[in-house]
């Protein structure tokens, strides 16, 4: 069985215009700690997965996604053997949650978290259902698709079904829980990060621009993805695919859904 793919969490220098950022763009349902310096994401989209957004104590602004593993160390060590290095140890979050990070041999950061030792009662963790946009798919783009798949296929156990395009492929985790993704590269672009589903692609990076953020302006990336479908379902869907950087530069995706077959 793979592993799961559970929160996302973006970051910055200063916290607080990003939770604004987000909280009008995407209407997400956002609640600050006691202590400050990071704020919970109920996305309202009712389903994907939830998420934070936080302060950066090195300064560095950051979005990316948490992989749910049993054992932090061994994974850490795992990926460096991989050709990735750890940027976080194995790190007590407050005792409800443990964390690492590391990152992969493109210098992208990925997220751990450890397994529960006992499942959450019902789904208490889930997005509650509201008006928010859901995060429901992440994505790695490296500078080679192939050491990408490899990096990340060992190390989390996925499977990939690229429908006969290798630059771009699906992920299934076999988690049963979390969300898939995408693993693809060499375009110009490098993240490893997440996709909101909104209703108009266009309108969304312009309130996007409008708040402060800026347009990803690179075509390649969607055109590789739509390339992608139309290997994978013999016909272009209509799915258009964003993404841009908030105003601390972090990448985020967007996407709208897709028409059916003609």
Excluded: C
Excluded at 7 to 16: K, L, N, S, W
């Amino acid at each position: 069985m793979g592993n799961a793919v559970v929160h996302f969490e973006i970051g910055a220098a200063q916290d607080a215009p990003l939770v604004a950022f987000y909280g009008e763009l995407f209407r997400w349902g956002l609640t600050g700690s006691p202590g400050g310096g990071y704020t919970l994401v109920d996305t309202r989209g009712g389903w994907g997965i939830n998420g934070g957004i936080g302060k950066s104590q090195s300064g560095e602004p950051w979005s990316t996604f948490y992989v749910e593993v049993d054992d932090l160390q061994a994974t850490l060590e795992q990926a460096s053997s991989l050709g990735g290095a750890t940027v976080m140890p194995v790190t007590d979050g407050g005792g409800a949650v443990t964390v690492a990070m590391f990152s992969d041999p493109d210098g992208l950061l990925v997220g751990l978290v450890r397994t529960a030792a006992e499942p959450a009662r019902g789904d208490e963790s889930a997005p509650s259902a509201g008006p928010g946009n859901p995060i429901d798919w992440f994505e790695v783009m490296g500078s080679d698709a192939a050491r990408t798949q490899r990096f990340y296929t060992e190390l989390f156990d996925w499977k990939l079904d690229d429908g006969g395009l290798p630059d771009y492929a699906s992920v299934e985790t076999g988690a049963g829980r979390g969300i898939h993704g995408g693993l693809g590269g060499g375009q110009e672009s490098r993240w490893a990060t997440v996709y909101a589903l909104v209703a108009d692609v266009d309108e969304t990076l312009s309130r996007a621009e409008q708040l402060g953020g800026s347009r990803v302006t690179d075509p390649s990336v969607p055109a590789l993805k739509t390339a992608g479908r139309i290997a994978r379902y013999g016909f272009d869907d209509g799915m258009q695919t964003g993404a841009f950087r908030d105003p601390a530069g972090n990448v985020i995706g967007i996407y709208q859904r897709r028409r059916r077959k003609p």
